[in-house]
């Protein structure tokens, strides 16, 4: 198959990037309003609130939405925090030799438009490799995201031509579940050696 009639399309978040955890102490080393979080750690029910978030993966527009309804004065920081990213070791020449080769290269990610907005400014040179991005909008109620096959379908019908293969690569068993449920050749990333051999073994790279 012609490098033309490939997409390989990547989630961003433990995939690209990574937290950066030394960013994370800086920005709350510097963060000038640390009374406020002291007495959010003993909100109790806001805390509680935030850990049924937690477990059922939010999107970060979700994430933001409830501090800025119920604790805005943290929203900045919270904004800052999860914005702290750092590239995995090795992916940003994979991604670089990819694009030199021709492949077209996709996002599809769970990434909201403020965050998205943040990590294009502080990675645009990878962000620029790729030519197209399906990220999730805020205005949808209830918000669509992976792993809700809906999600895939809007890229699929966007996306798919006939004889066209796409990969998708995620770090999420659901999300790849979800994906091969619909017919996409769906990669789970552990690592960056193990993509490249992956992605070998399907003739790319």
Partial sequence: MSKENVIITFDLHEVIFTFNLKEVGHVL????????????????????????????????????????????????????????????????????????????????????????????????????????????????????????TEFFKKYLAENAKQNQKIIFIDDNKKNILAARSLGINAIRFKSTQQLQTQLNDLGIL
């Fill in 29 to 148: 080393w510097n963060w000038h309003h640390k009374w406020a979080i002291f007495t959010t750690l003993f909100h109790i029910p806001f805390v509680f609130t935030l850990i049924k978030m937690l477990l059922n993966s939010p999107a970060d527009e979700e994430f933001y939405d409830i501090f800025q309804k119920r604790r805005p004065i943290l929203l900045p920081l919270i904004i800052e925090i999860t914005n702290a990213q750092k590239v995995i070791p090795g992916m940003e020449s994979l991604i670089q030799e990819l694009h030199n080769q021709g492949y077209t290269l996709h996002i599809l990610s769970n990434i909201g438009p403020r965050r998205f907005k943040e990590l294009s400014a502080d990675f645009p040179k990878i962000i620029n490799y790729f030519s197209k991005y399906q990220i999730v909008n805020p205005e949808t109620k209830p918000i669509i995201k992976k792993p809700n």
